[in-house]
């Protein structure tokens, strides 16, 4: 098992690696818990056929290595109690400079239809939380999910 670092080291070398001429950054923004993961890779750069608010990018199709990558880094990002993030945002340069943002207490993004709360349920046995260190919309999920999985929800 690798460390925090490490992990994150093989992601952005993978992401890095992705990186074509023009490209000034590569954005691999994901959402996931224990049992799915939602996520989407951008290619930034002025000739991009898409636009956001950041600026012009090509979407990009990525190895399913980056997606393993990410899990273990979520899972080496794990502390006893507290828990670990539900979605990061990973930037990665030509000059192979990295940076990431992570989110341990908003509720993640699972597009319009959201997630079945089940899922919260099952990713909280892996990754388990005090109470003190569960967001009240996280308790709610929790809640949630323990009805539908008992009958009543």
């Avoid at 000739?47 to 997606?67: H, W």
């Avoid at 993004?109 to 892996?126: R, T």
Wanted: glycine share 8%.
């Amino acid at each position: 098992m690798m460390s925090e670092q490490g992990d994150f080291e093989s992601l952005r070398v993978a992401l890095l690696a992705m990186i074509e001429r023009g490209d000034e950054r590569i954005e691999y923004c994901a959402s996931l818990l224990a049992p799915v993961t939602h996520e989407r890779v951008r290619a930034f750069n002025a000739s991009g056929t898409l636009e956001a608010p950041e600026g012009r990018f090509n979407s990009v199709d990525f190895p399913y290595e980056i997606s393993v990558a990410l899990r273990k880094l979520r899972a080496a990002s794990y502390r006893d109690g507290k828990g670990t993030w539900f979605s990061a945002r990973i930037v990665v340069t030509p000059n192979g400079g990295a940076t990431a943002e992570y989110n341990y207490d908003d509720e993640p993004d699972f597009g319009p239809e959201g997630l079945d709360s089940v899922a919260y349920v099952n990713d909280a046995k892996k990754f388990p939380r005090d109470e003190a260190h569960q967001p009240e919309w996280l308790k709610q999920r929790l809640a949630e999910g323990q009805d539908r999985i008992s009958g009543q929800g």
